[in-house]
C-alpha cells in the first residue's frame, strides 16, 4: 500500500525512521464531571517501533479502552490529559483540533471496541470508505476513490467487494462488517493502528481469521499496532509484547511468549492461573479472589494488594513503580523481583 500520509497541517516532513511511531509517556487520565475528578489511566508508558505490537491485556474496567481512546485525544473537554504521546518525536497532547482530526484516521486511527459505531448505518460501506480517502487527500476523484474503496475490501480478505461497496452495514455479517471497519481504519495507511478488542463480537473462527489477518497488515504495511484485549488467548496468539494492566497503571511488561510463560507480577500470575485448562476438572478453576477496585477507589499503596496472596504489609505503603527486572521484561512488584536478590535465591 503507497498511500500518502494524511499529516496535512501536522508534520509534512518524512518521517524520521529512528523515532518510534509512538512514545506514550506516563499518560494519565482525569475525567472531570459535576466537580469531581476521576483518575482512570495512571502514569502509562510505552514505546511502539514499526511493524511492532503491544497487546493491552487486562480485566474489564482497568482502563484499557480508555488509554486507547487517550492517546487518540477522544475525550475533548470531559477528561484533563497528563504525560506525553509522541508520533516519531512530535507531541500530540494539546495539538488544536483541526490538526488532531486530519491526524485520526490518517496517521493513526482506531478500530473501536463496538464496530457497530464506527459505521454510518444509513450509508453505503463503499462510499464512507472514499469519504475517508477524500478527507485524507488520498483519492479526491470519485471513480479512483470507488477502485481504491474496492481493493481495499479484497486486501481484507472481502470476497465480493464490489457487492459490499454497495451494501449497508446492515446487510453485512459481523464479520464482515468488522473487515469493512478495518478496511476503513487502514485505508490510509496509517502508521499506528489500535485496535480496541477488534473481535469480541465475533464467533471463533471469524474472530481468528481478523485476528490473522491484523497480523498480515501489520507484516504488509509495517504498521504499529496496539492491541487491546481482556482475552489471554489472543494476546498469546498475536505475540509481539505484552502490558498487563491493572487499577489504570500497567504492572508489567515483556514479550508476550515469556511474560505468558513466566509472569512477575502476582497479578499476571493470578490472570493465567484463572485460565481453563484441559487437565483441570470443571468445578476445579481459579479465578482472582475479590473484583478489582473501582475507579476513584483506589486503595494506597500497590492496587492489588487486597487481593494478592503474596501480599505484605509495606505492599499497602507505597504504590510499586514499574521496574526493568530483565533487560526485555518489566515489573511492579518488588516483593517478586527484589531489587538486590537475597543470596542463593534467584530474583
Ligand atoms: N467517559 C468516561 N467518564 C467517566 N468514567 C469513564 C469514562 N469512560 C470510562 N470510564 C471509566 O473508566 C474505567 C475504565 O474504563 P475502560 O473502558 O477503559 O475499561 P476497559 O479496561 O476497556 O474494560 P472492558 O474490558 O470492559 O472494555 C471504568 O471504570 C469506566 O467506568
Ligand atoms: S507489591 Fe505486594 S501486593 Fe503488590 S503485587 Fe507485589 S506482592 Fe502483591
Ligand atoms: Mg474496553
Excluded: W
Excluded at 30 to 37: G, K, L
Excluded at 59 to 65: L, R
Aim: with cysteine.
Amino acid at each position: 500500500m503507497t498511500a500518502s500520509t494524511g499529516l496535512s497541517g501536522v508534520n509534512q516532513a518524512e518521517p524520521d525512521t529512528a523515532l518510534a511511531p509512538l512514545e506514550v509517556t506516563d499518560l494519565s487520565t482525569t475525567f472531570v464531571a459535576n466537580r469531581r475528578r476521576i483518575e482512570v489511566v495512571r502514569g502509562v508508558s510505552f514505546t511502539l517501533r514499526r511493524g511492532e505490537t503491544l497487546m493491552l491485556l487486562g480485566e474489564s474496567g482497568c482502563g484499557k479502552s480508555v488509554t486507547a481512546r487517550s492517546i487518540m485525544q477522544l475525550y475533548g473537554s470531559a477528561a484533563e490529559l497528563g504525560g506525553s504521546v509522541r508520533m516519531n518525536g512530535q507531541e500530540l497532547l494539546g495539538l488544536p483540533e483541526p490538526a488532531l482530526r486530519s491526524l485520526r484516521g490518517g496517521q493513526i486511527a482506531l478500530i473501536p471496541q463496538d464496530p457497530t459505531g464506527a459505521l454510518d448505518p444509513l450509508r453505503r460501506i463503499g462510499a464512507q470508505l472514499t469519504e475517508v480517502l477524500a478527507v485524507h487527500g488520498i483519492e479526491r476523484v470519485k471513480r479512483a476513490g470507488r477502485r481504491r474503496a474496492e481493493e481495499l475490501l479484497a486486501m481484507v480478505g472481502i470476497p465480493d467487494p464490489k457487492r459490499v461497496a454497495d451494501s449497508y452495514p446492515h446487510e453485512l455479517s459481523g464479520g464482515m462488517r468488522q473487515r469493512a471497519v478495518i478496511a476503513i481504519a487502514v485505508s490510509c495507511d496509517p502508521q499506528v493502528l489500535i485496535a480496541d478488542e477488534p473481535t469480541t463480537a465475533l464467533d471463533v473462527t471469524v474472530q481468528a481469521q481478523i485476528l490473522e489477518l491484523l497480523a498480515e497488515l501489520r507484516e504488509r504495511l509495517g504498521t504499529a499496532v496496539l492491541m487491546v484485549t481482556h482475552d489471554v488467548g489472543v494476546a498469546g496468539d498475536f505475540g509481539g509484547q505484552i502490558g498487563v494492566m491493572y487499577a489504570g497503571r500497567l504492572v508489567e511488561e515483556g514479550p508476550a511468549r515469556e511474560v505468558l510463560a513466566s509472569p512477575r507480577h502476582p497479578y499476571t500470575q493470578g490472570l493465567l492461573d484463572s485460565l481453563p485448562a484441559p487437565d483441570i476438572p470443571r468445578g476445579t478453576l481459579r479465578s482472582i479472589e475479590g473484583s478489582p477496585p473501582g475507579v476513584g477507589a483506589f486503595p494506597a499503596g500497590c492496587a492489588f494488594a487486597p487481593r494478592c496472596p503474596k501480599a505484605r504489609p509495606a505492599c499497602r505503603g507505597e504504590d510499586p513503580p514499574l521496574r526493568r527486572v530483565r533487560p526485555d521484561r518489566s515489573a511492579a512488584c518488588p516483593v517478586v523481583n527484589p531489587a538486590t536478590p537475597t543470596p542463593g535465591r534467584a530474583a
